[in-house]
C-alpha cells in the first residue's frame, strides 16, 4: 500500500530554519517525482518544490533561496529544508507524488507556524 | 509570474450538473499543461480526481470527468451529490518543470 507520512512541523520563530520529512512506503521515492506542496491557513494550494528522479530540483520564486528538496533514499525519505522563515510561510505542508503527470498520493501534512 | 484562474465559488443542484473550469495568464491551456483536478474537504489532504487532462484514477466516481473546453482545463460533474460539496482545485503543468495551482472553487450543493 503506498503511503506517504510528513512529520517535523513545528511553531517557529521567524528567521528561524526547519526541515520537515516525508517517509514514504509501497514504493521507492527515488524512482518518481516528488513534490512539497503547502496550504495556508484558509487559503489554497501553492507548490513549493519538486525533485525528480535523477536528482534535479525545482522552485517557484516565492522559496527560491531559501527552500531546499532532498532525498534519502536509504531511509526512503524526502525532505524539505527551509531557512530564513516568514509569517507567510506559516502552512500546512504536503508531499505529493507525481507519476505520469498525476499528483496521485498525497500524505496528510505537516504543520509549520511562523510566529513570535 | 504563472496565474492560474478558477470561479471563485459555484452553486449546483443535487442531480444537477455544473462545470468548473481552469483558466493559464499563459494562453490556452491544452493537453501540454497535463491538467489536474483535486477534491479537498475541511480538514483533509486534496484527494486526486482526474489527471492528465481525462484520466480518473481507480477511486473517483464516475460522475466526474475532465475535459478541455474553450482553451481551458474543465471537471464535469454531472449527478451531483451531497457529499461532492468541497473545493476544487487544479494543477497545470508548466515547462521548467513550474506547476501551478488555481486558487480554487467552492462548490455548493445546494
Known amino acids: 500500500e503506498v503511503q506517504l507520512v510528513e512529520s517535523g512541523g513545528a511553531l517557529i520563530q521567524p528567521g528561524g530554519s526547519l526541515r520537515l520529512s516525508c517517509t514514504a512506503s509501497?514504493?521507492?521515492?527515488?524512482?518518481?517525482?516528488m513534490n512539497w506542496v503547502r496550504q495556508a491557513p484558509g487559503k489554497g494550494l501553492e507548490w513549493v518544490s519538486l525533485m525528480f528522479s535523477g536528482g534535479g530540483t525545482y522552485y517557484p520564486d516565492s522559496v527560491k533561496g531559501r527552500f531546499t528538496i532532498s532525498r534519502d533514499d536509504s531511509k526512503n525519505t524526502l525532505y524539505l529544508h527551509m531557512n530564513n522563515l516568514r509569517a507567510e510561510d506559516t502552512a500546512i505542508y504536503y508531499c505529493?507524488?507525481?507519476?505520469?503527470?498525476?499528483?496521485?498520493?498525497w500524505g496528510q501534512g505537516t504543520l509549520v507556524t511562523v510566529s513570535s | 509570474q504563472t496565474v492560474v484562474t478558477q470561479e471563485p465559488s459555484l452553486t449546483v443542484s443535487p442531480g444537477g450538473t455544473v462545470t468548473l473550469t481552469c483558466a493559464s495568464n499563459?494562453?490556452?491551456?491544452?493537453?501540454?499543461?497535463?491538467p489536474n483536478w483535486f477534491q479537498q474537504k475541511p480538514g483533509l489532504a486534496p484527494r486526486p480526481l482526474t489527471y492528465d487532462t481525462s484520466h480518473k484514477h481507480s477511486w473517483t466516481p464516475a460522475r466526474f470527468s475532465g475535459s478541455l473546453l474553450g482553451g481551458k482545463a474543465a471537471l464535469t460533474l454531472s449527478g451531483a451529490q451531497p457529499e461532492d460539496e468541497a473545493e476544487y482545485y487544479c494543477?497545470?503543468?508548466?515547462?521548467?518543470?513550474?506547476?501551478?495551482f488555481g486558487a480554487g472553487t467552492k462548490l455548493t450543493v445546494l
Open positions: 499563459t494562453g490556452a491551456v491544452t493537453s501540454d499543461y497535463h
Open positions: 494543477l497545470l503543468f508548466y515547462g521548467g518543470a513550474q506547476r501551478a
Open positions: 509501497g514504493f521507492s521515492l527515488n524512482n518518481y517525482v
Open positions: 505529493a507524488r507525481d507519476r505520469d503527470w498525476s499528483y496521485d498520493f
